[in-house]
């Protein structure tokens, strides 16, 4: 992975408004959403390119959710499960993004610390990383190709 690459984040991303989001969640939520994002905590925000993620937490639990905005759609995932259509998590966490982006951790900002450390500091952060998460093994087996890895994947 060429680390030098210049990660802007999307103008699609960034033309997102309140009004448009508040438009969505009125489709999706009857309005529900506002609420919920007004009581509700979001952790970890980040932006990466053309992606937003987080963990959307509630009084009940804590989703995992993301994103993914172009010039011709949205696609949003969340751990909540929600199939049908957009839910209330992916929506709080576009207000999130519009009333809030400077919260939102660059995950290019990462990137670029990452390249002046040197290889002790990388080798230890990536054995917390697999013990944290062994799924994380499949990033640095020997199986997994450079040319797998892409944005969608960071």
Same mark, same amino acid.
């Given at each position: 992975?060429?680390?030098?690459?210049?990660?802007?984040?999307?103008? @699609?991303?960034?033309?997102?408004?309140?009004?448009?989001?508040?438009?969505?969640?009125?489709?999706?939520?009857?309005?529900?959403?506002?609420?919920?994002?007004?009581?509700?905590?979001?952790?970890?925000?980040?932006?990466?390119? @053309?992606? =937003?993620?987080?963990?959307?937490?509630?009084?009940?639990?804590?989703?995992?959710?993301?994103?993914?905005?172009?010039?011709?759609?949205?696609?949003?995932?969340?751990?909540?499960?929600?199939?049908?259509?957009?839910?209330? @998590?992916?929506?709080?966490?576009?207000?999130?993004?519009?009333?809030?982006?400077?919260?939102?951790?660059?995950?290019?900002?990462?990137?670029?610390?990452?390249?002046?450390?040197?290889?002790?500091?990388?080798?230890?952060?990536?054995?917390?990383? =697999?013990?944290?998460?062994?799924?994380?093994?499949?990033?640095?087996?020997?199986?997994?190709?450079?040319?797998?890895?892409?944005?969608?994947?960071?």
């Amino acid at each position: 992975m060429d680390m030098t690459t210049d990660y802007k984040i999307s103008p @699609h991303l960034r033309e997102i408004t309140h009004e448009q989001v508040a438009l969505l969640d009125q489709r999706a939520t009857e309005g529900s959403s506002w609420e919920f994002y007004c009581s509700s905590y979001i952790h970890h925000p980040t932006v990466f390119v @053309h992606k =937003i993620s987080g963990l959307v937490q509630d009084a009940i639990d804590e989703y995992f959710t993301e994103v993914r905005v172009d010039n011709k759609r949205m696609v949003t995932d969340c751990s909540c499960g929600e199939r049908s259509g957009i839910c209330k @998590h992916a929506i709080a966490l576009l207000y999130g993004w519009v009333d809030d982006d400077e919260g939102f951790l660059n995950v290019a900002d990462t990137l670029e610390r990452l390249q002046h450390k040197d290889k002790n500091d990388l080798l230890e952060i990536l054995g917390r990383m =697999i013990m944290f998460d062994s799924r994380n093994l499949g990033f640095i087996d020997d199986d997994v190709a450079a040319d797998d890895l892409d944005d969608e994947s960071l």
